[in-house]
């Protein structure tokens, strides 16, 4: 069974920055597409990044574009997400998702098999 454990969410000030990782279990982490959503308060979940299999490419939402960055480590099953000059507005719990098959990049949350739990993320105005 595969299982994906968020970790590195918290509060941060406007204009500072914060990783989130999300770690795999599994032998097979190098033969998914990931990605991270974003679910705030009242809204409903959205992508926020996706990133292909070897890494080579990525995907992003137009909010994040130029301040979030996603990448992986296959080595270490592990998908990262790094956000700079952060905004009030990119408070939610941020979730990891994957899925085995598919496209280079995966932007629909109904196409990915398997979530983490979240982790919030907070930021201060």
């Known amino acids: 069974q595969v299982q994906l454990v968020e970790s590195g969410g918290g509060l941060v000030q406007a204009g500072g920055s914060l990783s989130v990782s999300c770690a795999v279990s599994?032998?097979?982490?190098?033969?998914?597409?990931m990605g991270w959503f974003r679910q705030a308060p009242g809204k409903e979940r959205e992508f926020v990044a996706s990133?292909?299999?070897?890494?080579?490419?990525?995907a992003y939402a137009d909010p994040v574009k130029g301040r979030f960055t996603i990448s992986r480590n296959n080595a270490k099953n592990t998908v990262y997400l790094q956000m700079n000059s952060l905004k009030f507005e990119d408070t939610a719990v941020y979730y990891c998702a994957g899925r085995a098959l598919g496209g280079i990049v995966i932007i629909d949350a109904n196409d990915y098999a398997y979530w983490g739990q979240g982790t919030q993320v907070t930021v201060s105005s």
């Open positions: 599994g032998r097979t982490f190098s033969s998914y597409v």
């Open positions: 990133i292909s299999r070897s890494g080579d490419r990525s």
